[in-house]
């Protein structure tokens, strides 16, 4: 304990928080967790048990807690033994749809907590709290994925089966979808229903779902299969469904989480963030849309079906603004038909079009103007909490 002490005083500008991290690691005696900051930005932990060292980065903490959430939702939160089936049925569709992915939503509650709040308030229960409030956003992730899956008809997510894809799931996986929303709202009210925040957050993540699914609901009716109509692929319509269905829970929903853990209630603050953070969701879109097209599935995880089922993506909205009447008549022909002939030639009319030029341009001037806007509306937040989400997508391949 005094070698520890004596680290501490000499090195206070690297200290970030210190907590006990036994239960993370399994340890059976205590152990102390000092949180650092490294040169590449990522917060480090490094925790001593006797002799042996470790370092603890967040994405280490974030997965750590993940399988004490499991256990908690699906072991110790109800004794019923009649309900058995059940919940093992729950732990199976949380450890299969829950983890995998960037985990970029999750994460950004802490990180952008650290950005915040200065090294000495970041205790021990409000580092963990804000790990478990970016797992409640995983798990939103989680249900709208699944229920989304469903209604696209995807094959893959995430480099594996969806779930209802999977033998002898089929359309239970509805019910499934709405286990992992429930699992959000146990969870908040177990681990902060004595915060000063708990209201903001029940009332942060029922008006983003809310948001959220009104963007699918312009998304599905935008892009009804079987019946493609090209006038209602315009770029007013495909920016409401981007906003609505992305960029809420995708952007803002992280960054307005940890802004009200870390005691900033103000509306003026929280709609400033909002206006960069829907920009940032608008062209991550974009970006998802494009690689849909032009990505590597065995990078990104899914194969794209975009084209095959009518989606009003970035890609067709653009396309159809600078195409001739006879590529209309091609593209109305050949678009949301599940035939590899039919796609095949959507994608070498995109190319015709010089669409990834298009959309490398469009990369660069959204940078641009993500530039702008943290100048103008980010005065009183740090910066950095907008410049390191836009480090995680700019430029990015899945």
Not at 7 to 29: A, D
Not at 113 to 118: K, T
Not at 293 to 319: E, M
Not at 341 to 350: D, I, R
Request: glycine share 4%.
């Amino acid at each position: 304990m005094r070698r520890l002490l004596s680290l501490l005083i000499k090195t206070p500008k690297t200290i970030r928080t210190m907590w006990h991290i036994e239960s993370l690691l399994g340890l059976k005696t205590t152990s102390v967790l000092m949180c650092t900051s490294s040169l590449q930005g990522d917060s480090l932990c490094n925790g001593t048990h006797s002799n042996s060292k470790a370092l603890l980065s967040d994405p280490q903490l974030f997965e750590a807690q993940f399988h004490e959430l499991v256990t908690e939702l699906s072991e110790s939160d109800l004794a019923d033994p009649a309900l058995a089936d059940a919940l093992n049925r729950f732990r199976e569709v949380l450890v299969y749809n829950s983890p995998g992915g960037k985990r970029n939503r999750g994460l950004s509650v802490i990180a952008s907590l650290r950005d915040l709040l200065s090294p000495t308030q970041l205790t021990q229960d409000t580092v963990r709290r804000a790990l478990l409030v970016g797992w409640c956003i995983e798990l939103l992730q989680a249900f709208f994925l699944v229920a989304d899956d469903i209604m696209d008809g995807s094959v893959t997510r995430r480099g594996q089966p969806c779930w209802y894809k999977k033998d002898g799931i089929g359309l239970d996986a509805i019910n499934d979808s709405f286990l992992l929303e429930a699992a959000i709202y146990r969870l908040l009210r177990r681990h902060c229903r004595d915060q000063p925040y708990y209201v903001h957050l029940l009332e942060l993540f029922t008006e983003t779902s809310f948001q959220t699914e009104l963007g699918q609901a312009l998304d599905l009716m935008t892009s009804t299969p079987g019946q493609v109509d090209l006038n209602r692929f315009t770029m007013d319509r495909y920016k409401a469904i981007v906003k609505y269905k992305t960029a809420f829970y995708s952007f803002y929903l992280p960054v307005a989480a940890a802004m009200y853990i870390a005691g900033i209630e103000s509306e003026e603050e929280h709609n400033n963030a909002k206006l960069i953070l829907l920009e940032m969701g608008e062209f991550f879109q974009i970006q998802d849309d494009y690689l849909d097209c032009y990505g590597d599935p065995a990078v990104t995880g899914k194969i794209g079906t975009d084209i095959q089922d009518n989606k009003c993506s970035w890609l067709v909205v653009t396309a159809l603004e600078t195409m001739t009447p006879e590529q209309r008549a091609e593209l109305k022909a050949c678009y949301g038909r599940h035939d590899d002939a039919c796609v095949e030639k959507v994608k070498a009319l995109y190319n015709t079009l010089k669409m990834p030029t298009f959309y490398h341009k469009y990369e660069d001037e959204s940078y641009q103007r993500l530039q702008k806007l943290i100048a103008c509306h980010a005065q009183n937040l740090p910066h950095s909490i907008f410049l390191n989400f836009a480090k995680k997508i700019y430029k990015r391949n899945k």
